[in-house]
């Protein structure tokens, strides 16, 4: 953000090692600050320079986007893609490569998982907001409780007719465990 502004939107969420940078402005004299909209996912080590990333969009880890480039609502750039400078991608492509080209549509089932990364993070968020407010106190107790209740079998318990409470402070939200995660349903 030194010689442009740089915007995000609620609910988006730029991952560990990324860099997002702007230009003054283009060789015609257009002003190109970064934007990216809301509920917007961006993978690990990406490069984001003077582009926009409308609402809902998903870009992989390692991918870099150079100036001037668009990635329409619901559209997707894979992993360790370059997308050149001033390339359009349209609303509910995939595009891939070096440099990135049109692979195929997404599926109502990829847009789904676009938004649900989206709350997946939001919720996250929430979790680390909460264990980093608590005192230290707080913490020496769970790690006491943690180990008291780790390696018990629940399978093995059951049969004994044994069963152990979980305190609640120990239980992640559900959508924070991929294999957890609720499904989306799909409009047809």
């Given at each position: 953000g030194d010689v442009?502004?740089?915007?995000?939107?609620?609910?988006?969420?730029?991952?560990?090692?990324?860099?997002?940078h702007v230009a003054k402005t283009n060789?015609?004299?257009?002003?190109?600050?970064?934007?990216?909209?809301?509920?917007?996912?961006?993978?690990?080590?990406?490069?984001?320079?003077a582009c926009t990333i409308e609402d809902e969009a998903f870009v992989g880890m390692g991918?870099?986007?150079?100036?001037?480039?668009?990635v329409e609502k619901h559209s997707m750039?894979?992993?360790g893609s370059l997308v050149k400078q001033n390339t359009r991608i349209p609303s509910g492509e995939v595009w891939v490569g070096n440099p990135a080209k049109f692979l195929r549509k997404l599926t109502e089932e990829e847009i789904t998982f676009i938004a649900q990364s989206a709350a997946n993070y939001i919720n996250l968020a929430h979790v680390h907001a909460t264990e980093n407010s608590k005192s230290f106190d707080e913490i020496e107790l769970e790690?006491?409780?943690r180990?008291?209740?780790a390696h018990k079998d629940e399978e093995y318990d059951s049969m004994l007719g044994v069963v152990r409470?979980?305190?609640?402070?120990l239980i992640l939200p559900d959508n924070i465990l991929p294999d957890k995660a609720?499904?989306?349903?799909v409009a047809h």
């Open positions: 442009n502004s740089i915007r995000i939107g609620s609910g988006s969420n730029i991952q560990d090692n990324s860099l997002v060789i015609s004299g257009k002003v190109l600050p970064t934007i990216i909209g809301s509920n917007v996912t961006v993978g690990h080590s990406a490069v984001l320079h991918a870099t986007l150079l100036d001037g480039v668009v750039v894979g992993a790690k006491k409780l180990k008291k209740f409470e979980i305190p609640p402070q609720p499904k989306a349903a």
